[in-house]
């Protein structure tokens, strides 16, 4: 089901599942990560024909005066339920190897896939933030990071394997299944999508490998170019082919001055304090933690700012640019930010990208 034109680009929406969404600001609309919010940009995401929504599994915010990203659904759970609610957006949901044994979780992604007529997809996070995990003992010192992977490497193997076979024996350094059974198997052929975002070399290893489509980012253009077309060389060399995709923020406004007094104002609002934490989080030392935070600001993705045509032409620059075959879009507003996008934008970029 998801092969697609070589030509074709993907558009779809990282839902609001946690407070505050991706600008981490006290002057942002409010995003308070519930259902409703989630349910409503779901479902606009839907008719204005976006290709996909996907949401994150998060179990810990940062604090800060917002508590940013304090309130989270779980994933797979709250996609069950946009599979309802909409009709022919792609359902991709995040489950972590480490929380979830994998023929627990290859269970729950046949039966999202058979939820939404076979459109669902499996996000796979392999690393994950000690503080979240150390949280609810899930976290085990002895596994550097390469060993999180291997883990990883391990659990998609099986979840594959159940997917596409009556039994499975597997005995692996993390895992051992016997005569480990699956049924009913996913409706999409060959199976769910896959999808990762590893940057490090191991996890960049992993996504390419494991993979139907990995998320590449960087600092400027030319790194995420650079990303994009390492991981297609990686992919030609095992004998197959990646989509990349990128994550980017857009905020608009009539007029190219009012969009640009909206970022100024949300950048204004920037909550330092969770945005100290989050870096930590990421692993930046304590002694560069304020230079990082001041330089990074309330934005945590590319972001294109401007009236309408001003971000239509900023995107496919972006994408062109990059080289992408997708964008994972984040609004500041996601029912007005996708209303606009699918009337003013979406259709020009279908038929440039056609």
């Excluded at 933690?289 to 993705?301: C, N």
Aim: aromatic share 8%; net charge negative; charged share 25%.
């Amino acid at each position: 089901m998801f092969h697609r034109p070589s030509q074709h680009k993907d558009f779809g929406v990282f839902l609001p599942v946690a407070n505050g969404g991706w600008i981490v600001s006290r002057t942002t609309p409010t995003l308070d990560g519930l259902y409703a919010q989630n349910r409503a940009a779901a479902i606009k995401a839907d008719q204005v024909g976006m290709d996909f929504v996907m949401s994150m599994g998060k179990f810990r915010g940062f604090g800060g005066e917002t508590d940013h990203w304090g309130t989270s659904l779980e994933s797979v759970t709250l996609m069950a339920a946009i599979a309802e609610a909409t009709k022919t957006v792609r359902i991709w949901a995040t489950v972590h190897p480490l929380l979830q044994n994998p023929a627990v979780a290859a269970k729950m992604i046949a039966t999202l896939d058979h939820i939404s007529g076979g459109r669902a997809g499996l996000n796979i996070v392999a690393g994950a933030y000690k503080a979240e995990f150390d949280q609810m003992s899930a976290w085990d010192d002895s596994l550097s990071h390469d060993d999180r992977y291997g883990l990883a490497e391990e659990w998609t193997t099986i979840v594959k394997r159940l997917w596409s076979e009556d039994s499975v024996d597997f005995a692996g350094k993390y895992f051992t299944m016997r005569d480990c059974q699956s049924k009913p198997k996913p409706l999409s052929r060959p199976r769910p999508e896959l999808i990762c975002a590893g940057m490090s070399d191991r996890g960049f290893q992993f996504s390419v490998r494991e993979a139907d489509a990995c998320f590449i980012g960087g600092r400027s253009r030319e790194d995420h170019r650079e990303a994009s077309r390492r991981a297609k060389a990686l992919a030609r060399d095992l004998g197959k082919t990646i989509r990349t995709y990128a994550m980017c923020t857009i905020v608009h406004a009539e007029s190219d001055a009012g969009a640009e007094a909206l970022m100024r104002r949300y950048a204004e609002g920037a909550d330092i304090g969770a945005i100290l934490a989050m870096l930590a989080n990421w692993g930046v030392p304590a002694d560069r933690l304020q230079a990082v935070a001041e330089k990074q600001g309330a934005f945590m993705t590319e972001t294109i700012v401007g009236s309408p045509a001003t971000c239509r032409e900023k995107v496919e620059a972006f994408m062109t640019d990059c080289e992408l075959d997708g964008l994972m879009l984040i609004f500041p507003d996601y029912v007005e930010g996708l209303a606009m996008f699918g009337d003013e934008i979406l259709p020009a970029l279908r038929s440039v990208f056609a």
